[in-house]
């Protein structure tokens, strides 16, 4: 089949990988995007454990916590430009939607655009700042966390490019574990781990990481009989890589992050488990605006 330019675009911007690398595998995949990242991996082209996505919508994500951070709530907004998103007025209604979804009980976003904001709703508030700073908005995704015996912080990071909560069970209060919850919080923010820890792996995802490596060390030209083995080692490595609690912790390499928890906790006095986070990042897997770019690879295409 004919692959297109934006196509080629898409791949290289998921994946990294050469202009010429990602027509190749994508006209080895008929042209599906998923299997022409699976076909770079396989062939050692990408050595990437997961696709980055593709980030670049403007806008901000806020965060919100109980005065005891016994509940907290995170929004992400999203606007056409880095500049509106520094308005103080947009800031401003960012953080108060915020601050809405934590003593909200919306269930999803038709409920939460429904919610009573200032002299209307939520729809009627996102309206009016269209009109009144000129700009096409739109409130993306939010989250509430309340679960009982735990206690929430978070990290905000780059004035809101990247926010974080992390819950902690613990008896210990929220000014107890402000220090190591924040800290927790900046290693979601920075190795955006995939899972809590290796009890929420999926075996869907085992499975696909084990054909994918499998391939990778065939194409290596390792011998079959011991295949099994080396993929088993690159499984256990990956998982510690992608499980927040068996990450090495950015602050002292010499700990991992569940190590970490609980010296802190010995410090305190109290038990301390790491037992949820959420993780937006401005703009994750949305579509860029178009560029010059596509005429570029178009015509490295025709070569």
């Known amino acids: 089949m004919a692959i297109k330019a934006a196509q080629v675009k898409e791949l290289r911007e998921m994946t990294g990988a050469g202009m010429m690398d990602c027509k190749k595998a994508l006209v080895e995949?008929?042209?599906?995007?998923?299997?022409?990242?699976?076909?770079?991996?396989?062939?050692?082209?990408?050595?990437?454990?997961?696709?980055?996505?593709?980030?670049?919508?403007?806008?901000?994500?806020?965060?919100?916590?109980?005065?005891?951070?016994?509940?907290?709530?995170?929004?992400?907004?999203?606007?056409?430009?880095?500049?509106?998103?520094?308005?103080?007025?947009?800031?401003?209604?960012?953080?108060g939607l915020a601050d809405l979804a934590l003593v909200s009980d919306a269930k999803d976003m038709d409920e939460f655009m429904a919610l009573s904001y200032e002299?209307?709703?939520?729809?009627?508030?996102l309206n009016n700042k269209i009109a009144t700073i000129g700009e096409n908005m739109n409130i993306r995704r939010f989250v509430k966390l309340a679960e009982d015996g735990v206690v929430y912080t978070g990290y905000i990071h780059g004035g809101g490019t990247i926010g974080v909560i992390v819950g902690l069970a613990t008896e210990a209060s929220a000014e107890e574990i402000q220090s190591v919850g924040k800290d927790v919080a900046m290693q979601v923010a920075s190795m955006n781990p995939r899972f809590l820890d290796e009890t929420e792996v999926d075996q869907d995802y085992l499975d696909h990481e084990r054909e994918i490596l499998r391939a990778e060390v065939l194409n290596e030209g390792k011998p079959e009989k011991i295949v099994d083995k080396i993929?088993?080692?690159?499984?256990?490595?990956?998982?510690?890589?992608?499980?927040?609690?068996?990450?090495?912790?950015?602050?002292?390499?010499?700990?991992?992050?569940?190590?970490?928890?609980?010296?802190?906790?010995?410090?305190?006095?109290?038990?301390?488990?790491?037992?949820?986070?959420?993780?937006?990042?401005?703009?994750?897997?949305l579509e860029k605006k178009e560029e010059d770019f596509a005429a570029e690879v178009a015509a490295q295409m025709n070569k």
């Open 29 to 95: 995949t008929d042209g599906d995007i998923d299997k022409a990242v699976d076909y770079l991996r396989e062939n050692g082209i990408m050595k990437a454990q997961k696709k980055s996505g593709r980030i670049a919508a403007m806008g901000l994500v806020k965060t919100a916590f109980a005065a005891d951070g016994k509940a907290a709530a995170m929004v992400e907004v999203n606007s056409e430009t880095d500049f509106v998103a520094k308005n103080q007025e947009f800031i401003d209604f960012v953080q």
């Open 119 to 125: 002299d209307g709703t939520v729809k009627d508030a």
């Open 231 to 285: 993929v088993d080692g690159k499984i256990k490595k990956e998982l510690k890589e992608v499980c927040l609690v068996d990450q090495k912790f950015v602050k002292n390499g010499d700990l991992s992050v569940q190590e970490y928890v609980e010296e802190s906790a010995k410090a305190i006095g109290k038990d301390i488990k790491v037992a949820s986070m959420a993780r937006y990042e401005v703009g994750e897997g």
